[in-house]
């Protein structure tokens, strides 16, 4: 059975950090671009940054450059997000996605992913 099964989400003050996990299993791990998207109440689904296992190009967007890290550990399957310097706008339900052989760009965000998670709330306070 595939699972992406996200973890770490909780409640900080603007300015704190969380690390998000995203365990995978029931496929190859190293032929897949892993990444996070996010999704506000009432807003449209974002992407925020994605790794490639294949080639390890990374990806992040604009909003979080600079704040965020994506990082890959083949050896447990799991993709990590280090969320520094969060702010309100961050608040979010963050969900994993796998996408099969690619490379992570822009355009990544766009691809229909084959697998996703459930997602884990993220509450950035004033």
């Known amino acids: 059975e595939v699972q992406l099964v996200e973890s770490g989400g909780e409640t900080v003050q603007a300015g704190g950090s969380l690390r998000l996990s995203c365990a995978a299993s029931?496929?190859?791990?190293?032929?897949?671009?892993i990444g996070w998207f996010r999704q506000a109440p009432g807003k449209e689904r974002e992407g925020v940054s994605c790794?490639?296992?294949?080639?390890?190009?990374?990806y992040y967007a604009d909003s979080v450059r600079g704040r965020f890290t994506i990082s890959s550990d083949n050896a447990e399957n799991t993709v990590s997000l280090q969320m520094n310097s969060l702010k309100p706008e961050d608040t979010a339900n963050y969900y994993c996605?796998?996408?099969?052989?690619?490379?992570?760009?822009?355009?990544?965000?766009?691809?229909?992913?084959?697998?996703w998670g459930k997602g884990t709330l993220v509450a950035v306070s004033t």
């Open positions: 996605a796998a996408e099969y052989l690619v490379a992570c760009s822009s355009s990544w965000f766009y691809y229909g992913m084959d697998y």
């Open positions: 029931g496929f190859t791990f190293n032929d897949y671009a």
């Open positions: 790794i490639s296992n294949t080639d390890g190009s990374t």
